[in-house]
């Protein structure tokens, strides 16, 4: 015997409530999410020699790789940030904020220290027309701080 069709399609009346909580609360990080992937995007292109974003436009192969890998390494920052928020959805935003600014300060002074101790110019690494070794370099502080910080913050 089959149940009764009635029964079957009962919604708990506070299903939708939790619903449109939980889509709300998912784009106000994701909206936070985005601003500090911009906010660390250009971070680490105030700290480089010349427009980095222009660079990657361009398609200069340093460029994008070194970019790409600080845009990984920023990621790692945010979702971690994010994911340890507590509290209210207010307290685990601004927490979010928080680390996630807190990160990409120290993600990028580090790759800016790592390239001052190493001796890269990073600035002529970054116009070359072809790949050259240290935009590995680079990218690996890139996303080895980023995991750090990423660490850190847990």
């Avoid at 192969?61 to 971690?80: C, E, K, L, R």
Wanted: charged share 10%.
């Amino acid at each position: 015997m089959t149940p009764p069709v009635t029964s079957v399609a009962l919604i708990n009346p506070g299903f939708l409530s939790v619903i449109g909580s939980g889509i709300g609360a998912i784009l106000l990080y994701a909206v936070l999410g985005v601003l500090l992937m911009l906010l660390g995007f250009y971070a680490v292109d105030l700290t480089t020699p010349g427009k980095l974003n222009r660079m990657v436009r361009d398609g200069l192969p340093n460029a994008v790789i070194v970019t790409a890998a600080g845009m990984v390494s920023m990621a790692f920052i945010v979702v971690v940030a994010i994911y340890t928020s507590v509290g209210t959805l207010t307290e685990g935003l601004l927490a979010s904020l928080i680390f996630g600014l807190v990160g990409i300060i120290a993600q990028v002074g580090g790759v800016r220290l790592l390239e001052w101790v190493t001796g890269i110019d990073i600035g002529s690494v970054l116009t070359a027309d072809r790949v050259r070794p240290q935009a590995f370099v680079v990218s690996a502080a890139h996303v080895a701080l980023g995991l750090v910080v990423a660490a850190a913050i847990l």
